[in-house]
């Protein structure tokens, strides 16, 4: 089964990306001038308050007061024809820009969890937030080591030295909720806030298909044998730059045998229990990743359809 009627955080973006024109630099620079502008500084973005409400599309005017960029990119154009820039700036900005009072600086799962900003500009976000952060990682080349500049309005880094060209990258992450029958697989890894409980999830690895990383991370995270997968949705994932690809997986057995180096604790889940996990409503007061994380639709399906899901 697919999830077309529940649109992802982080995905859904209404913007014309403009692949094809990015090395028009007339084009770019039009863009420019009544652009919306999200600001990215360390971690967190600049919102603007516009009364009761946030604004993650600073315009210029807002943007300038946040200095120079130490890197930019055009993520698209809009139904109204204004372009969105990505914009990061030197994180020793943010004392002064928060003392101003006009702004706030807050990270992305925050501004997601708490709804601050319109779904489509979460999107903007999010690409913004993969991008800068693979820029800030390229400055040399990986092929001579020499350094490397930014080209085609951010989307490639050029060096000028051995003329390798070198394209953001985004990294494929499994998550898949391994089934038996009535009860499904929720793991616990230590990171993980106290209480919470979700699928388990790995890298893809060189050389691996969608299914044997689903296969061979079940297998070594929680012993268990697989058989079916079943592809669900995916889901833009900016902590830093993956993309997970969420997934059914049938389990060949129930005996767990627990990677304890990457898990802390693994269980079998019945269908009441996990309504219970969603709906914070547990009694050991456990709970399910929040509705931002495709894990929360993974296991919401599964409570809502079983062992369909593979149809
Ligand atoms: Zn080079």
Redesign the pocket.
């Known amino acids: 089964m697919s999830l077309p009627e529940t649109r992802l955080t982080y995905a859904g973006s209404a913007l014309d990306r403009l692949s094809e024109q990015r090395g028009d630099i007339a084009l770019v620079e039009s863009l420019r001038r009544d652009a919306r502008n999200f600001v990215l500084a360390g971690e967190s973005f600049l919102l603007a308050k516009r009364g009761d409400n946030f604004d993650a599309g600073l315009t210029n005017d807002e943007a300038a007061i946040a200095g120079e960029p130490l890197e930019a990119a055009l993520l698209g154009k809009d139904t109204s024809g204004r372009g969105h820039f990505a914009r990061a700036i030197p994180s020793e900005r943010i004392d002064a820009i928060k003392a101003r009072g006009d702004f706030i600086v807050v990270d992305l799962r925050s501004i997601a969890l708490q709804g601050l900003v319109p779904p489509e500009d979460q999107s903007s976000l999010a690409t913004a937030k993969a991008l800068l952060f693979w820029h800030e990682r390229h400055r040399f ?6 350094p ?1 500049t930014p080209a085609q309005a951010g989307w490639r880094r050029d ?6 060209n070198h394209f953001p990258r985004t990294d494929p992450c499994v998550i898949m909720l391994a089934i038996d029958g009535e009860q499904c697989l929720l793991a616990r890894q230590t990171r993980f806030p106290p209480g919470m409980w979700s699928a388990l999830a790995g890298f893809v690895e060189p050389g691996e298909s969608i299914e044997e990383a689903v296969r061979r991370e079940t297998l070594e995270e929680a012993g268990i044998p697989a058989g079916r997968v079943a592809y669900f949705a995916s889901q833009p994932w900016p902590f830093p730059m993956s993309i997970m690809i969420g997934c059914f997986v049938e389990a060949k057995s129930n005996r767990l045998k627990i990677d304890e180096v990457e898990l802390e604790a693994a269980r079998w889940v019945t269908k009441d229990e996990c309504k219970l996990l969603l709906t914070g409503k547990h009694p050991a007061r456990f709970f399910a990743p929040p509705p931002i994380a495709i894990a929360h639709h993974l296991i919401k399906a599964f409570v809502e359809r079983g062992a369909s899901v593979f149809d």
């Open positions: 080349c990986a092929n001579c080591g020499k490397t060096c000028a030295a051995c003329g390798a």
